[in-house]
């Protein structure tokens, strides 16, 4: 038997996936595991956000309420934990009890061990039952794209789903796999995409060359890894060469057992490459691996942890991928690559900013397919024609809608937020703002656009904590020409020592640090969030940027009559206008008329009604 090819696996930053993944997720479903620990329903937190998507989703779909239903049943039906989910609290999520009998007042769910027991297993066969037409659909999609000699494209696989949903007769279901694709989308930007690209455009032209095949899903394919992930999951698409851009050596504590163990199991790192700052000990461990012939190709151009460097010298993922393996591949230097490398620059530096790079942060922050994305971009490298393809795509309109949708959504973010003014600088100061949770079907707020709203509300402001309670906090430099705070080395002191990212940008897991009160921040809501604001600033005390002031500057919520009530008391007036309206103008809903025709049902109306004359007469 001849030995399988080798797959070339492209790392994309972040959480994402194609059709075909989305397909594999609803069928997964259908096995998911949860348990009971501490009060609340848990599940691995790579499901979890999938499943919280999902269980927010407005039921305007059949499937994602018939999915719904199944999620629900898993939970009734969750087991106590076992002692390593019990005990391994960062791997999984919580979900509520209270929060599900809210939600899902319809479905029915009983306080009764046994009672919960027997509606468990009736939601689980209604769901099934109600998913039927579509597994089928999906399992079929899986089979015909495994046996397929087509590159798996996300318009070819778009296509052929179409073709067997109308020859089954179970109805479009592009829009629940591009629903499934678009909840997953997290994490990312336009420099870890355009260096995967840059990889896949290298790549293709060296197999064009060598007169050898170069489709997605065949030859080549992008994976998906975020921060402080194991690098081990992608040991499922062995035997594979592994290229890694921009992505910060310090974000993966166990990267370089991490590189032994996947090069064991046949999955070989080829190229490494990245621009954030790093450490000496991290640095010489990987250089090591390569004298070992453990990984093939490293490159770090950013500064040594702590230190800042000159604008000339800065290089984004993009500009390194370029520089080292795209000019140097005969035929790849093409005008759309050129274009690409200086869009991808001036995102990730915020300098210099082209309209196509703003066009693809925006796509990319507003949960765009990745992979699609990729793939259209990698297609528009011979003939720089990007933006014309966006157009046909339906894509270059989205951002302006997006910001309409919002707008709205934005300002909530004022609710909840904090000024920390530094003592020994006076002039700097920062927005902690806790992150905005959009109610079911409203539209997401993305960090980019977080920033952005706060740079616009704060144009004094020089940096923003974007916090997500205490599980994550993303860190942004507002103002570039302030360098009091170096972001990639604080956060690490506020989380744990494997956070980090850029000196103006970074991201930490404050709940990992282990100062972190967890008895009074367990969670971090409003209520709390001024307490979490004041241990923030001890965290910056420490790292010897003492807090003068940290002082709520929180606007209040519109008040319950302005929501609410003013809406009703113009319904009411309405209501009752019409009313009069119709008493004028409609004889049958004159008094008297509604009178008569109710008596037959009310026999105490005669009793009540006035006598007529002749009645009177004889009284008298």
Known sequence: MADKPRLKLIVIHGWGGSYLEAARRVTDLLEVEAWWHDGAFRVPRRQAGLLRHLLNEPADDRYITALRKLIVSRFLQ??????????????????AEERLRRDFPTFGLPLGPAARWERARQLQADAERELAPAIEVLQQLLTTAEESDEALTEAFVRDTLQTLADTAGAGDLVPLLENLREMH???GDLDTVASAVFYAHALAVQAHAAGEPFRYGH???????????????LTEWAPADLYIADLPIGAFPELEADIRDLHAKQVHPVRFEDHHPWTRDRKQALEKLVEQGQLGFL????????LEQAEEELRCGADMVYENFVQPTTDADTPGARTLRTAAHGEDFVRNRTPLGILLTDLIKGGICKVELGQLLLAAMADDDAQERLQERGWAD???QWQEDITATAETLRENTYQLTLADKPRTTIISAMAVH???????????????????????????FYCWGGSLMVARRLDHADTTLNLGQLMPAIGHPSDGGHAGAAVCRPEANPHYPRRLLRRVTAANFGRFNRYLSDRLAEQGHPVAQVKNISVPPPSLWSRGTKRLAIILVGAILLGWALMWWVPSHQLDRV???????????EDEAEPEPDERETIL
């Not at 998906?224 to 999951?233: A, I, M, P, R, T």
């Not at 009178?595 to 109306?605: A, I, K, T, V």
Request: charged share 20%; no cysteine.
């Open 595 to 605: 009178r008569d025709s109710n008596r037959d049902f009310f026999p105490q109306l």
């Open 398 to 400: 989205l951002p302006q």
């Open 219 to 233: 030859e080549y394919r992008f994976v998906f890894v975020n921060y402080h992930e194991s690098l081990l999951g």
């Open 78 to 95: 969750a087991p106590a934990a076992p002692a390593k989910v019990a005990g391994n609290e960062a791997a999984y999520s919580r979900f």
């Open 438 to 464: 959009p109610d079911p079907g409203k539209p997401k707020l993305p960090v980019g656009k977080a920033v952005e709203f706060v740079a616009e509300q704060f144009p004094d402001a020089q940096y923003i």
């Open 185 to 187: 989308e997290t994490g």
């Open 299 to 306: 490159a770090l151009s950013g500064p040594e942890q702590g």
